[in-house]
């Protein structure tokens, strides 16, 4: 069964952190690239963070570059997101997302497979 499932979301004051990870099922996580996206309300899905299979490239949108690190552990078929110095504009549901290949696209419109979301709110 497919299936991706999010988790570390909750309340955090401005200037936090928050790790969110992301459990994947294998058959959609061996060798394949994964990302985190979120969604605001009223707002269309925007890209956050991807990351390639092997881990050796990243790309990330510019409002978190710096402040948001992905990674994955291959083993435990795990993606994680450390988002540091949190925005009260990074309130967002997240969710994780898996493509059929490596590159780590930005594009929502290339990932095939996407987790039901956990929701982070960063208060002022």
């Known amino acids: 069964q497919v299936q991706l499932v999010e988790s570390g979301g909750g309340l955090v004051q401005a200037g936090g952190s928050l790790t969110l990870s992301c459990a994947a099922s294998?058959?959609?996580?061996?060798?394949?690239?994964m990302g985190w996206f979120r969604q605001a309300p009223g707002k269309e899905r925007e890209f956050v963070a991807a990351i390639s299979w092997s881990g050796g490239t990243t790309n990330y949108a510019d409002s978190v570059k710096e402040r948001f690190t992905i990674s994955r552990d291959n083993p435990k078929n795990t993606v994680y997101l450390q988002m540091n110095s949190l925005k009260p504009e990074d309130t967002a549901v997240y969710y994780c997302a898996a493509r059929t290949g490596s590159t780590p696209w930005g594009s929502p419109s290339r990932y095939n497979y996407w987790g039901q979301g956990t929701q982070v709110t960063v208060s002022s």
């Open positions: 294998g058959s959609i996580f061996s060798g394949n690239a």
